[in-house]
């Protein structure tokens, strides 16, 4: 069946001018065709299921009264646009999202004419718009603006920064989608009538009428009109209650129901009426259509593909539930997020221990700080962000936590690459920059077994440590090579998969689940009759104690090194474990590589794996090795 069969509405859109020619009564089933829609493909392909179907009817409705690409809608994050992607020709691609070289999870420039700017991490929409907006009264464009946001992107303190440097005489439109806090106080039966009132087309109308009409009364027209806006706004205030946006010099409309599209439509042609800068406060819910997401919005933010609910076993869980553990010995414990409960695993940490569990909502910098008072006044915070979202707080892990030595603990989920995502997630820039600051110790564990180890072992040296894994599930490969029997107690360190002062022809110095491609790529290696070793780091940091631990495992004096990794060389393990080495004349005699992420951000092509995309994959370290090989044969001939 295709999509005209089975969605007859929605079949008819390739184009948004193609919704503009659809009937109003037919938007109801519009919307429910998108919502039927959103369920069966994103549950198919993973995604970001539970915060679009709260947006159906604001996402027609933007495109039923503005128009793209001369006009510009940004969605903060980008998580909530898919409804956006759909109406704006993408429709047909939609079983490619978050797919290698399909749709992104996110609005990207280079995809659509309609997404004017892109974005993976929050609270950057407002920003945006503004350079937008400006950039449209500077060159003389009568364009809208238009910012979607969150109600949990105003958490983030870039939003207020932006608000703060709003003006009024821009075309820009501010939507405050609210779906989970409750931002607006409960403000009774008359201020609903007046949210009513004025959102109504007929109330925009009289409000231009009257500006025009007293405004071209000669000598007095301006005075009057201030003295009636000053007067209104009096009143209203003694009545309704000002609020935030109107204490910035914003004009506030709403809330309104978000999911009620009439009233959605036509608050948004009375914003676009106003000559000002305006902000439109929608209340609407998460998951809507969907009964499952209705009531679980945290466990549908983002599903899996083809599974729809729920996440089993993973790195993320595994941490959580060690904290836990942990937690119920040592009083001392606290755990830190920034609006990720779910997504790093700290679900469990804030039912058992809710006094101890603090979620700052989108605002890494504030978090990393945060847990450096802490730490200064004798707590044990551990802060789980992930490692695209610790670029927040660059500045606040120098400035606040390593300069004054504080025992803060990051738990760095989703390290290294991250396909689904894309290249606004990839975790490939936090080994760089940890490894500059000083003092900094950063584990690295492959496995469940390793990352709790690492944790534990973090929070007994009470310093400032990162304890870094990667998103979902452990390798069953890497488990057995390296940990066949068991754990130990030796410590977290560095695990080989030859015995100590066996002299391999290659040795890969790795660590993470990259481990997995040396693996493969070793086994290819030995049937052309080459022996390889592999050395999994589990700490990276300190890179001396790191080099220490791998002279045992050094190749015979004809033998090559590679540096395997995939995170950005500029900085990464390769560069400083290699240069640690050479200093210490353990390099001398021997040829070297670093492979990692090198100077690209690892945008995938259709049907790519994302280790042929970076080209660090086991086809990519044999092809090295035997050009390693191929040197040294070459050399010995000089």
């Known amino acids: ?9 929605l079949g008819q859109i390739d184009c948004p001018e193609d919704l503009k020619k659809i009937p109003e009564n037919k938007m109801p089933e519009l919307c429910s065709e998108l919502r039927d829609f959103l369920v069966e493909n994103v549950n198919r392909t993973g995604g970001h299921l539970a915060s679009n179907l709260g947006v159906v009817e604001l996402s027609v409705a933007l495109h039923r009264v503005f128009s793209t690409p001369k006009d510009h809608i940004i969605f903060d994050v980008g998580h909530q646009s898919y409804v956006h992607k759909i109406l704006t020709g993408r429709r047909d691609s939609f079983d490619t999202l978050r797919q290698p070289g399909g749709l992104s999870g996110f609005e990207k420039r280079s995809e659509s004419e309609h997404d004017c700017f892109g974005a993976g991490h929050s609270s950057t929409s407002i920003s945006a718009a503004l350079g937008f907006a400006r950039a449209d009264k500077l060159s003389g464009s009568y364009a809208y603006t238009v910012a979607v946001v969150g109600d949990g992107a105003m958490t983030g303190g870039m939003i207020h920064e932006a608000l ?71 009143f209203k205030n003694a009545l309704y209650g000002s609020n935030y946006f109107e204490d910035l010099g914003l004009f506030y409309m709403g809330p309104i129901d978000g999911n009620d599209y009439e009233q959605v439509e036509a608050t948004l042609k ?275 104690e790191c080099a220490e631990k791998l002279a045992p495992y050094m190749p015979s004096e004809k033998g090559s090194i590679i540096f395997l990794e995939e995170e950005i060389r500029a900085g990464g393990m390769g560069i400083c474990l290699s240069d640690e080495m050479r200093r210490r004349g353990m390099l001398d005699g021997y040829m070297y590589e670093i492979m990692a992420t090198d100077d690209n951000f690892v945008v995938q092509e259709k049907n790519e794996n994302i280790y042929d995309t970076a080209k660090i994959s086991a086809e990519y370290i044999v092809k090295k090795s035997l050009e390693l090989e191929k040197k040294h044969k070459n050399t010995s001939r000089c």
């Open 1 to 9: 069946m295709n999509a005209s069969e089975k969605y007859p509405i």
């Open 164 to 234: 703060n440097n709003c003006s009024s005489d821009l075309k820009l439109i501010i939507v405050l989608n609210e779906n989970e806090m409750s931002i607006s106080r409960n403000i009774g039966r008359f201020a609903a009538t007046l949210s009513k009132l004025r959102s109504t087309v007929g109330y925009g109308k009289t409000k231009k009428f009257t500006r025009r009409f007293l405004l071209r009364i000669p000598l007095v027209g301006k005075g009057l009109f201030r003295f009636v806006r000053a007067t209104k706004k009096r």
């Open 270 to 544: 009375n914003a676009k009426m106003q000559p000002e800068s305006v902000v439109v406060h929608l209340k609407t819910k998460k998951g809507l259509g969907y009964e499952p997401a209705e009531k679980n919005p945290g466990e549908y933010h983002s599903v899996y593909p083809d599974k729809g609910q729920g996440h089993s076993e993973n790195f993320s869980s595994v941490f959580g539930d060690e904290l836990s553990r942990l937690a119920e010995k040592d009083e001392k414990i606290c755990a830190i997020t920034a609006a990720m409960c779910y997504g790093t695993g700290l679900t469990e940490f804030k039912e058992k221990f809710p006094k101890r569990f603090f979620d700052v909502g989108i605002a890494e910098e504030h978090a990393v700080t945060y847990a450096a008072g802490m730490a200064a006044n004798g707590m044990k915070p551990v802060t789980a962000i992930y490692s695209t979202f610790l670029q927040r707080a660059y500045d606040n892990v120098i400035h606040d936590v390593a300069l004054q030595s504080l025992p803060v603990i990051f738990g760095v989920d989703r390290a290294g690459l991250n396909p689904s995502d894309g290249a606004t997630h990839h975790g490939i820039f936090d080994v760089s920059f940890l490894s500059q600051i000083p003092g900094m110790t950063i584990y690295t564990p492959a496995t469940y077994e390793g990352l709790r180890h690492s944790l534990h072992e973090a929070l007994a040296d009470g310093k400032m440590c990162a304890v870094r894994y990667p998103a979902g599930k452990e390798n069953p490969q890497i488990k057995r090579a390296f940990y066949e029997e068991g754990f130990g107690t030796e410590g977290i360190g560095l695990r080989s998969t030859l015995p100590e002062n066996s002299k391999p022809d290659l040795l890969i110095v790795t660590h993470g689940k990259i481990a997995a491609q040396a693996l493969s790529a070793s086994d290819n290696l030995a049937d052309q009759g080459i022996k390889c070793g592999i050395a999994l780091l589990e700490k990276l940091k300190p890179y001396g």
